[in-house]
């Protein structure tokens, strides 16, 4: 599996990283994960790369999370998408997109990326 984690704030990228690396270990479960600080960063490297999942915040700088989808999805509509932010005022947006999951990053566990 080919995860891209594309969010400005590196301290909350690593974060995930090492959750997705830990259920990767428990389980047995080969997964890549590739890193991204900006939604055109990681729209750039689809020309070279497909990703089963992607992580991405809602509030970046340049293209936000929700512009970074709507682009994703133009080139792979199969990407499953979470989003990941601080603020519930973008949920709706999020589920016109048909999103994977939503998830507010003041809950961001373990145990929440486990489930997903």
């Given at each position: 599996?080919?995860?891209?984690?594309?969010?400005?704030?590196?301290?909350?990228?690593?974060?995930?990283?090492?959750?997705?690396?830990?259920?990767?270990?428990?389980?047995s479960?080969?997964?890549?994960?590739?890193?991204?600080?900006?939604g055109?960063?990681f729209l750039?490297?689809?020309?070279t790369?497909?990703?089963?999942?992607?992580?991405m915040?809602?509030?970046m700088?340049?293209m936000?999370?929700?512009?970074?989808?709507?682009?994703?999805?133009?080139?792979?509509?199969?990407c499953?998408?979470?989003?990941?932010t601080?603020?519930?005022?973008?949920?709706?947006?999020?589920?016109?997109?048909?999103?994977?999951?939503?998830?507010?990053?003041?809950?961001?566990?373990?145990?929440?990326?486990?489930?997903?």
């Amino acid at each position: 599996m080919n995860i891209a984690i594309i969010d400005d704030n590196k301290p909350e990228s690593d974060l995930l990283i090492r959750f997705i690396d830990e259920y990767s270990e428990t389980y047995s479960f080969e997964i890549k994960t590739s890193s991204f600080l900006s939604g055109e960063d990681f729209l750039s490297s689809l020309s070279t790369s497909i990703y089963s999942m992607a992580f991405m915040d809602i509030f970046m700088k340049g293209m936000d999370g929700i512009q970074t989808a709507e682009h994703l999805w133009e080139k792979d509509p199969q990407c499953l998408v979470v989003f990941l932010t601080v603020s519930q005022d973008h949920i709706w947006e999020a589920a016109r997109l048909h999103c994977f999951d939503y998830i507010d990053k003041k809950t961001l566990t373990r145990a929440r990326i486990f489930h997903v």
